[in-house]
């Protein structure tokens, strides 16, 4: 029923980027805003990359992860910013996977 994954945006320390998948224009500003802000705070905070994706049952992820080399980055604040992050935006989240398999998800 869905692609394997799709990665819904990103953001990365190292090349200082954000990335906002174009399939999602169609999201609300508002919500593109909000999940900017979530994402570099993220790497601001702790460093590395991450990615919020959707797997192939149409959940959303957050994946992390950092130069093996990176000194800076702090895996146990990784652990613990991703369990603040999946709590403090949990309706978000689900509204997120709603439209997922609501407008993207389906294989045509």
Not at 6 to 11: D, E, G, K, P, Y
Not at 61 to 82: C, Q, R
Not at 86 to 94: A, G, P, S, V
């Amino acid at each position: 029923m869905y692609q394997d994954s799709v990665i819904l945006c990103s953001a990365s320390k190292y090349t200082e980027k954000y990335y906002l998948n174009p399939d999602f224009e169609g999201l609300p500003d508002l919500v593109k805003d909000e999940l900017k802000v979530l994402c570099v705070l993220y790497v601001e905070e702790v460093g590395g990359v991450i990615m919020l994706v959707f797997d192939e049952t149409g959940d959303l992820k957050i994946m992390t992860e950092a130069n093996e080399d990176d000194l800076l980055f702090d895996e146990i604040g990784s652990a613990l910013k991703v369990k603040d992050i999946q709590i403090k935006n949990k309706e978000l989240f689900q509204q997120l996977e709603d439209y997922y398999g609501a407008f993207l998800g389906q294989e045509e």
